[in-house]
């Protein structure tokens, strides 16, 4: 095909007419990309056309970062309180803010914004337009205290908080109706309930619990959980009837350690190990964690081998009905692969259960008869091991797992 090239005269006409293919875009389109903009990018396309005036006014997403340059705190505060002022009294519905707050972004210090509270009334603010998607999130190895105040949201669908403190007012979200995802990535939980009654999907990476007192997890609609390097006083996991995926990773320093019996509940009294992870009796004769996830149907669990909680919760296991597959790393096999024994015990419908282990030498495999209260012929074992697969690499083989199919 041949290709005509364009006249002098074409160019020129092209030129002069002042042509501009991306303000002859659809609106959505538009509002789309200053959706995606820092919110004081978007104000000053104001001055591109006469069409860009008042776009920016009924873009569907708002994003407040930093802004390099101004070295004024007053100036920064003022114009987030004229933005999100302006659109509040706007029609145009907002679907989703963003709030980042980065020192790198910032030429002023700008923790002087949360000691005088003003990112507090932002947070409220923002939640006042009635968005469907918020998200908050300061540096890693910083915090910011949330306000002591439920939020409310009659629309709130998803929500993502990082490097927040979140106290019991933060994780009640009785305000939030409609409340499906929550997303938390180091935070710090000074909570002792979370509650929703709506939400199906929990992640948790890198979160701290409270270390004396524990939170009590109440989320009867969850669908989806996963906690992942979280550290601090387990929390108490109420039953959840709708759980069906689960991934949890418990930190090496998680809290829970008995004196006399280290990995587990010794039943002395006098044990200030003991004693120190129970906080009270309500918890002494009763599972704290596995309770909540007996109803799953798809499992990954994983931790070291002194983590207190799982060893100990293992005295009250629950019957995992409809857990179909399985996957357990090195605590389970240590003590006597005690913890593998158990929930092949009590998973009546195990379909398919993966080990991860390090060191295969570490952790020798029981030989002899297995008795198991359940059918187990179609139970297929797969022995992932990265011991071997080191091996492998080094020698230019490939890495093969190690497959059972049956068992008895």
Known sequence: MRLQKRS??????????????ISGLPKGVLHHVLSLLPAHDAVRTCVLARRWRNLWRSAPGIRITGVKG?????????FVDRLLSLRSSSCAPVES?????????FDFDYFLLAEKQHVSHWIMDAVRLDVKVFRLSFAKLESFCMPDLPLVCQHLVRLELACIDANDSTLDFSACPALVVLRMKYCFLNAGKMFSASLKQLSMFCCQFHRTNRTRILLPSLVSLELTSCYGRTPMLDYIPSLETAIVSFAPDSEGYCINDGTSDCGDDSCEGCRYYYGSDKYRNNCVFLKGLSEVTHMELSAYPDVFVLNRDLKWCPTFTKLKTLLLNEWSVAADQNALICFLKHSPALEKLTLELYKASQYPVKTGPLELPFASNHLKVEIKCEEIQQANRSSGSGYVNLVCTGFS
């Not at 160019?11 to 002069?16: F, H, K, L, N, V």
């Not at 101004?70 to 003022?78: E, I, N, S, Y």
Request: aromatic share 10%; proline share 0%; glycine share 10%.
């Open 70 to 78: 101004w070295r004024d705190a007053g100036k920064f505060v003022a």
């Open 97 to 105: 803010c963003q709030m980042k707050f980065h020192a790198r972004d």
């Open 8 to 21: 002098k005269n074409d160019e020129a006409s092209t030129g002069c007419s002042g042509a501009d293919r």
